[in-house]
Nanobody, 126 residues
Framework: QAQLVESGGGPVQAGGSLRLSCTDS????????MGWFRQAPGQEREFVAA????????FYGDSVKDRFTISRDKVRNTVYLQMNSLKPEDTAVYYC???????????????????WGQGTQVTVSS
């Protein structure tokens, strides 16, 4: 069973970088589809990035394309979200998610994922 733990959030100035990590402690060497979403206060949860099962493809939301990169380290059972050129509008709680049955090939909608981490806060100041 998937058990996701995010880390790496914090405060950063605009233009800076952060790398978020999401470790799946419940499924060693997992290559299941995983996604990153974010939610700012008063706003709906927004798709950020996803990596497909077996790492064939990556996908990005329009607002983060060319600035964020999703990747996976199978040995560490961790998916990363490298965030560059951060903007104040990137401020949100960031969540990683996965499909616990590992049947989803890829997904950019939150309802496709049934296992979520606790979230990590990212705050970008201008």
């Amino acid at each position: 069973q998937a058990q996701l733990v995010e880390s790496g959030g914090g405060p950063v100035q605009a233009g800076g970088s952060l790398r978020l990590s999401c470790t799946d402690s419940g499924r060693p060497f997992s290559t299941c589809a995983m996604g990153w979403f974010r939610q700012a206060p008063g706003q709906e949860r927004e798709f950020v990035a996803a990596i497909s099962r077996i790492d064939t493809n990556t996908f990005y939301g329009d607002s983060v394309k060319d600035r964020f990169t999703i990747s996976r380290d199978k040995v560490r059972n961790t998916v990363y979200l490298q965030m560059n050129s951060l903007k104040p509008e990137d401020t949100a709680v960031y969540y990683c998610a996965t499909d616990s049955r590992c049947t989803v090939i890829f997904a950019i909608v939150s309802r496709a994922y049934d296992s979520w981490g606790q979230g990590t806060q990212v705050t970008v100041s201008s």
